[in-house]
């Protein structure tokens, strides 16, 4: 498995962005996936994850309504939808694959085959 995330950018504040990760790698279909997000000086937050067909979600409280993941196996890709963006959203964001603790994990202990992250920061 080897992710690259994609799309983030400047965004103002109450405006979308649509985050992609790419997996170049051959199993994608076969595991359930997250994303998560670290602003500078923080931890690394768990966002949202899905299950390895797209059937299940969860989110982080914080996000619930605003954010949506969702992914298509065909194209090996996870996406995150962003609305209603605010400027604590600003962060580098992160996909990565489940493998290992129970369904509906949030710790990053729980993930791996961290790509590359984006940065998207939201202006006030």
């Known amino acids: 498995v080897q992710l690259q995330a994609s799309g983030g950018g400047l965004a103002q504040a109450g405006g979308s962005l649509r985050l992609s990760c790419a997996d170049s790698?051959?199993?994608?279909?076969?595991?359930?996936m997250g994303w998560f997000r670290q602003a500078q000086g923080k931890e690394r937050e768990f966002v949202a994850g899905i299950s390895w067909s797209g059937d299940n979600t969860f989110y982080a409280d914080s996000l619930k309504g605003r954010f949506t993941v969702s992914r298509d196996n065909a194209k090996n890709t996870l996406y995150l939808q962003m609305n209603s963006l605010k400027p604590e959203d600003t962060a580098v964001y992160y996909c990565?694959?489940?493998?290992?603790?129970?369904?509906?994990?949030?710790?990053?202990?729980?993930?791996?085959?961290w790509g590359k992250g984006t940065l998207v920061t939201v202006s006030s």
């Open positions: 790698g051959r199993t994608f279909s076969s595991h359930a």
């Open positions: 990565a694959v489940h493998y290992v603790g129970p369904w509906g994990s949030m710790s990053r202990r729980d993930y791996g085959d």
